[in-house]
């Protein structure tokens, strides 16, 4: 079992940045952004593997957003830069397997979750 708990969230204006984190209480393999907006369905952001030399991000994050995780390997972060206001979510970090580039990511486990409120 794998306890996951975000912060960093809050409220920014367009074209703002904010830079989320994530520490998981034990050993994960990979971890991963999916955010929320209200109405919509739960949708991937980026994944990294436990070397960071495995990324994947959602086509809509690309050159905005950057994932990154600690060397201890139980902190994942997620920059993002140059936010929209369609980028207002909750924000949950997850950890699971990206087991390689032509691979899905698959999230085991949950955090609460963050908001993020980007302002026009």
């Known amino acids: 079992q794998v306890t996951l708990v975000e912060s960093g969230g809050g409220l920014v204006q367009a074209g703002g940045s904010v830079r989320l984190s994530c520490v998981a209480s034990?050993?994960?393999?990979?971890m991963g952004w999916f955010r929320q907006a209200p109405g919509n369905e739960r949708e991937f952001v980026a994944a990294?593997?436990?070397?960071?030399?495995?990324?994947d991000y959602a086509t809509f994050v690309k050159g905005r957003f950057t994932i990154s995780r600690d060397s201890a390997g139980n902190t994942a972060y997620l920059q993002m830069n140059s936010l929209k206001p369609d980028d207002t979510a909750v924000y949950y970090c997850?950890?699971?397997?990206?087991?390689?580039?032509?691979?899905?990511?698959?999230?085991?486990?949950w955090g609460q979750g963050t908001q993020v409120t980007v302002s026009s």
């Open positions: 990294i593997n436990w070397n960071g030399r495995l990324i």
């Open positions: 034990g050993r994960t393999h990979s």
């Open positions: 997850t950890a699971g397997v990206l087991a390689g580039p032509t691979q899905k990511y698959v999230a085991d486990y």
